[in-house]
């Protein structure tokens, strides 16, 4: 049998909610059918199969919450198994004491088997009837270890001769599934994974913080409504703690005259009108952030601990509030795409979050973050850093300010941007060289196409 794992769809993940099954007991699974949607912390995504068998046993009811990644959700039963939901664990009788207590362990350590229903036990020292056929024996690696490969994978090695001690698999916890087979026939085959410790590791944790409850701190009991953490919450609170507590950052914030800016939309929208596109500030302000991005790349950087990482392009992430918390879709290069196209995608992106239907690869991997506040009237705002990205824009709103030109006292529109920096990578110098090169794309819009 194999175990499906509830995967790990996201670097933040630690547990989602299995939404809907698209397989029932019995049913056949090929290696990349879709199985299951997954709710994580950020999306709603589908799990493909990593290997094929029959449906044997469904662990994880669909609508279930809070499933922590790694636990068994379903079992595959492989060529020559039997589909049948098989009892908890009942393995073939040892054939040793090492056996035994292996055995032992696996049934103790499982955390999808099913207690028991105090089966009648084999009196001491029985052994399992003659008649029955001795299963086929493991494979084994150099010392002794057993390979943990399906069936598949097990009977076409043994057809192409090829060994399997010598793969390394990319299924669950190692194992080894069809396509390690197939790349070690095309002469990929890769170095045998290290074997998993025994036991893993006992150190204890860090103790966590701790907190006061309310009714501690003076507020009565029933005076409130308790709304639990969704995981999104529960990853927005972990990261921006970690971030705001390990990340020496500093802000920066500088007014933009904006008229031009708004006057070069106008003309802009009537163009892609008949093309059903709308431009908006924010499309304006990645644009002219990613363009700046380009001509002061120090600001496009990412602190390591072996060194700054220097990005080729800059890829922008736009927070996106959402039911629960916030997302960063990205616009990938938006150095190089015009603004019809970063107004689609921008549009697109924010819909799909708002959904909860992003890719995990549409929101991670950044190199800048927007985020805008100004349609709902906020002034100035410091943001928060997103790791492991080197800086953060904050965009308020747009308003009728008094300036002064010269000696003579004026109206303009002013809009107030704070850039908040990661000080390992970008200093202040850096940050205000990238604040003058946005201001002046953004106050002279044909700047950023020329």
Known sequence: MTDILMPALSPTMEEGTLAKWHVKQGDQVRSGDVIAEIETDKATMEVEAVDEGVVAEILVPEGSEGVKVNTPIARLAGEGESAAAPAPKAAPAPTSQTDSARASREQATDPAAKPAPAPA????GATAPAAAQPAAAPAKTADGGRIFASPLARRLAEQKG???SALKGSGPHGRIIKADIDAAQAGQARAPAARPSAAPSTAPAAAPRQVQSLEQQGIAPGSYDLVPLDGMRKTVARRMTDSFRDVPHFPLTIDLEIDGLLA???KINAILEK????????DMVMKAAAVALKRV???NASYTPEGIAMHHHADIA???AVPGGLITPIIRQAELKG????????KDLAERARNRKLKPEEYQGGTFSVSNLG???IKSFASIINEPQGCIMSVGAGEKRPVVRGDQLAIATVMSVTLTCDHRVVDGATGAKFLAVFKGLLEEPLTMIV
């Open 297 to 299: 790349p120090e600001a």
């Open 339 to 346: 603004l019809a196209q970063i107004a689609t995608e921008a």
């Open 264 to 266: 070069a939309r106008t």
């Open 162 to 164: 090829i060994d399997l």
């Open 375 to 377: 349609m709902f009237g």
């Open 275 to 282: 093309e059903g596109v709308k431009v908006s500030v924010n």
């Open 121 to 124: 036990a084999a009196p001491a």
């Open 318 to 320: 736009m927070a996106v």
